[in-house]
């Protein structure tokens, strides 16, 4: 049976990125599934939101290295 990959934390590292003027701070990065959870905020609306690790900016993936 395969084991399952840990998430890794990224809220202390503190990754945010702004995309489409909408501001984005990855809190985790789950690599069984490789997608990250991410606050969203838009005009002072926080949302928490899955999306997968692929539509994150080329700079955010090579600071967060899945590997």
């Known amino acids: ?3 399952k990959k840990q998430t ?3 809220s202390k590292k503190n990754v ?3 995309q489409d003027n909408i501001f ?3 809190l985790r990065f789950n690599p069984s599934n ?3 959870d991410v606050i969203k ?3 002072n609306e926080k ?3 899955e999306m997968p690790f692929a539509h994150l900016p080329k700079a955010v993936k090579k600071s ?3 590997n």
């Open 41 to 43: 905020i838009e005009k």
């Open 64 to 66: 967060i290295k899945p």
């Open 8 to 10: 890794h934390d990224l």
């Open 24 to 26: 984005y701070k990855v």
């Open 47 to 49: 949302t928490n939101i």
């Open 34 to 36: 490789m997608t990250v």
């Open 16 to 18: 945010e990125y702004i």
């Open 1 to 3: 049976m395969a084991r």
